[in-house]
């Protein structure tokens, strides 16, 4: 089974190597890339650019948004009741025209904490400080986005006063590369691998490959500002054994008519598999709960 998974997502990597070929004369776009026909064909570099190359993966735990989410965690002899949240964006900086299509570069933040609510003081379990450095790019419906980024995780203070751990002092520097699919204009597939050069403990192990789907109506309601989505995530990391992590999203986008990339998201999450929270990376987890998710 390890080596079915393993094959399983290489395979879906050089597939998407495929995708920038294809990509080559399609006429359709996306109807929430951002990327407008003015945008593709702009002969000039800008600073501090307005458009966003590589959308948001919406049900990957680990894109840097602001969200808040209840979850109720099945089956866990520690955790019940939880309460997670985010607080990040993309910050574009400069973009430009290249190889027929345009890219864009910047910086990613933000932290990722979850909460024991059931706790008398709501106590902060896990924090994670995550900043990076994207180079996206975007010609037609083909997208990519590659990033160096560092991450650092913390335990909070009340629960290392009120539990007996062993505090891992989690802290890595990566590389990924993603691969995007826009098909039809309501269906999106992406598909990437990372590689961790620099961590702490030395000995975790440093590939992983991540795969998912992505679906937006194409029709609205309520006067073209309630759109319903759907998503899943799926990755999978050496460090577990290729074991998958399942993540899956659905619910309605609130949307800016005249700027899609400004949103709103409020959807019914389910995951299954090994915690994306940073100090918690070897325990396995099962949750469900409702979120919502904002991005700017």
């Not at 570099?45 to 919406?58: C, G, H, R």
């Not at 999203?249 to 409020?266: P, S, T, V, Y």
């Amino acid at each position: 089974m390890k080596r079915y998974n393993r094959v399983f997502f290489i395979a879906a990597v050089i597939i998407m190597l495929i995708a920038p070929f294809a990509a080559g004369e399609s006429p359709e776009k996306s109807i929430d890339n951002n990327v407008e026909e003015k945008q593709v064909v702009k002969s000039k570099s800008i600073i501090l650019p307005d458009e966003t190359l590589f959308d948001p993966l919406i049900a990957d735990p680990r894109w840097p948004h602001f969200s808040v989410a209840y979850q109720s965690y099945i089956n866990d002899d520690e955790l019940k009741n939880v309460g997670a949240t985010s607080f990040g964006e993309t910050f574009p900086l400069y973009s430009g025209n290249a190889y027929g299509g345009r890219w864009i570069t910047g910086i990613q933040a933000a932290v990722f904490a979850f909460f024991n609510l059931d706790a008398d003081s709501m106590d902060l379990i896990n924090a994670d400080y995550w900043v990076g450095i994207p180079v996206a790019y975007r010609k037609n419906n083909f997208s990519a986005l590659f990033r160096l980024f560092h991450q650092s995780s913390h335990l909070g203070d009340e629960y290392l006063l009120y539990n007996k751990v062993d505090r891992v002092n989690l802290s890595f520097e990566s590389i990924d590369l993603k691969l995007s699919y826009d098909i039809n204009k309501a269906f999106r597939i992406y598909s990437g691998s990372g590689y961790i050069f620099h961590r702490e403990p030395s000995d975790l192990k440093p590939f992983s490959a991540q795969l998912g789907f992505e679906y937006k109506s194409p029709e609205t309601i309520f006067g073209n500002t309630l759109r319903p989505v759907a998503a899943v995530d799926f990755k999978t990391w050496e460090e577990n054994d290729w074991n998958i992590d399942t993540s899956v999203r659905f619910g309605i986008q609130l949307e800016n008519i005249e700027d899609k990339k400004r949103k709103i998201q409020l959807m019914l999450e389910y995951f299954n598999g090994h915690s994306p929270h940073g100090q918690f990376y070897e325990k396995s987890i099962e949750y469900t709960g409702i979120g919502i998710h904002f991005y700017f």
